[in-house]
């Protein structure tokens, strides 16, 4: 599937989360028998409850933590995203990075949010246990085009 | 100069942010993971120069090292980096919402490979600086 259909797909339920505002996601609750993939959490995203958000074809869910882990559904390509706003000093900063990865059943994710110098990046790898650094690029893993306002 | 001594008495200084009172300013940090990788980092506070921030984190890397009897460790500034093995010599130290604030993924050798940092002669490099910047353990 080319990244622009893929958006276009998305664009629905992207826009429901931007109309909701300060509304809040429903939380995410897997279907019976549904088929799911693991998240597992950097330590800075697994100490929040609700580290991170998603969205499918047609709407947005926030995702809970358990023990450092999240759990997705699979088979069709996500919107995930984290949306962070941080103050200080009589400064505000915030930011919501996002990225698209198709989840696979079996395979399990590493997922690590990373702020410096007032820029953030969400990141997804795939967990590589045999690795020295424990991970490899998530193959599936796409940017999401921003149009920005100039 | 009395200005000069009271903002330099409010900079974080080097040492944990775990402590009660003098974490309260901000410190060194540490979290594990993924693989062998240790995420190390120092927040301070709005007080603290860039230059401080930077030697701070070098000198923690190093000590962190050290403790661990690994003679050498190499940086990098981001997981796609360590993916790629290209390890960084040197840190970018900036601001989020006006507090200084860095971090590195450091990976410890116990022999020598290309990019890697000897972590006696980081401490020894540092340690004069933290020293001179009244940092305590």
Redesign the interface.
């Known amino acids: 599937m080319s990244a622009g259909r893929t958006i276009r797909r998305l664009l629905p339920a992207v826009a429901a989360v931007v109309l909701g505002g300060c509304a809040g996601l429903p939380m995410y609750q897997p279907a019976a028998g549904q088929s799911l993939a693991t998240i597992k959490l950097s330590p800075n995203l697994a100490s929040q409850v609700m580290p991170l958000s998603f969205c499918d074809r047609r709407r947005c869910y926030d995702l809970k933590s358990s023990h450092g882990e999240l759990q997705v559904p699979t088979g069709e390509r996500l919107m995930l995203f984290k949306v962070l706003v941080a103050s200080g000093y009589q400064r505000m900063y915030s930011c919501s990075p996002d990225l698209t990865f198709v989840p696979y059943p079996g395979v399990v994710y590493y997922a690590d949010f990373a702020l410096r110098a007032e820029h953030c990046v969400l990141g997804l790898y795939r967990e590589a246990p045999a690795s020295r650094v424990g991970i490899l690029f998530e193959p599936t893993v796409r940017a999401v085009p921003h149009k920005h306002a100039g | 100069m009395v200005a000069a001594l009271l903002l330099g008495g409010c900079a974080t200084g080097y040492h944990s942010d775990k402590g009660v009172i003098r974490g309260y300013t901000g410190g060194y940090w540490e979290?594990?993971?993924?693989?062998?990788?240790l995420?190390v980092g120092f927040s301070g506070n709005?007080y603290i120069d860039r230059d401080t921030t930077h030697a701070y984190l070098m000198y923690r890397c190093a000590e962190l090292a050290l403790q661990r009897h690994k003679p050498y460790f190499r940086l990098y500034?981001?997981?796609?980096d360590?993916?790629r093995d290209r390890p960084s010599m040197d840190l970018?130290?900036?601001?989020?919402?006006?507090?200084m604030?860095?971090?590195v993924f450091v990976?410890f050798d116990q022999d020598y490979s290309a990019g890697d940092l000897d972590a006696d002669g980081v401490e020894k490099r540092y340690a004069s600086y933290i020293h001179a910047q009244g940092g305590q353990r």
């Open positions: 979290q594990p993971g993924p693989g062998e990788l995420k709005g500034e981001s997981l796609p360590a993916i970018t130290v900036g601001r989020v919402a006006g507090a604030d860095d971090w990976l």
